[in-house]
T-cell receptor, first 113, second 112 residues
């Protein structure tokens, strides 16, 4: 079982460049999430998708956009990367909004120079 | 504003000892309190969770204690083992795993 798969695992960007972080889950989950993890700050929710076709902002959405491509895939886009977006990004999924366990991918470590 | 405060930031415990990590929350609407365990290079994984209708939940060596009036909850790891060395995050949510609000994490090291 792959669970939640994120690509790439590592990425270095120059300030102003754009990129898309990919996430796919094979558990037939309805809800998907993007978090960022920074030292001393825990994980903070960027965007989430309660179901296919819907997306909503989380705690720290500025500078990001998302696309729920289909039930399996949820991508995060940085249009113009900034050093403040250097972080480890985690995608997660839950069966639905009523589920009690979130499954996380292994993360994407992004450095913006 | 940190809605879930976690302490300590780091913890060193000898093998066989008890590890205790504390969290406090502010929003009384929270009604689901999970703990996640994260190993280096991996994503967090659910360890144990509690709802405020009970004061304690135990799963093996892991116990959550919950104090609703104080708006505090804690994780106790009994007979700590080197394999427990990881970062632990408390979290809170309204009713479900969606939109989790995480604490800042505690790095636990269990020494031989």
């Amino acid at each position: 079982n792959a669970g939640v798969t994120q690509t790439p695992k590592f990425q270095v960007l120059k300030t102003g460049q754009s990129m898309t972080l990919q996430c796919a889950q094979d558990m037939n989950h309805n809800s998907m999430y993007w978090y960022r993890q920074d030292p001393g700050m825990g994980l903070r929710l960027i965007y989430y998708s309660a179901s296919e076709g819907t997306t909503d902002k989380g705690e720290v959405p500025n500078g990001y956009n998302v696309s729920r491509l289909n039930k399996r895939e949820f991508s995060l886009r940085l249009e113009s990367a900034a050093p403040s977006q250097t972080s480890v990004y985690f995608c997660a999924s839950t069966k639905d909004r009523g589920d009690t366990e979130a499954f996380f991918g292994q993360g994407t470590r992004l450095t913006v120079v | 504003q940190q809605q879930v405060k976690q302490s300590p930031q780091s913890l060193i415990v000898q093998k066989g000892g008890i590890s205790i990590i504390n969290c406090a929350y502010e929003n009384t609407a929270f009604d689901y309190f999970p703990w996640y365990q994260q190993f280096p290079g991996k994503g967090p994984a659910l360890l144990i969770a509690i709802r405020p209708d009970v004061s304690e939940k135990k799963e093996g060596r892991f116990t959550i204690s919950f104090n609703k009036s104080a708006k505090q909850f804690s994780l106790h790891i009994m007979d700590s083992q080197p394999g427990d060395s990881a970062t632990y995050f408390c979290a809170a949510a309204w009713g479900t795993a969606s939109k989790l609000t995480f604490g800042t994490g505690t790095r636990l090291q269990v020494t031989l």
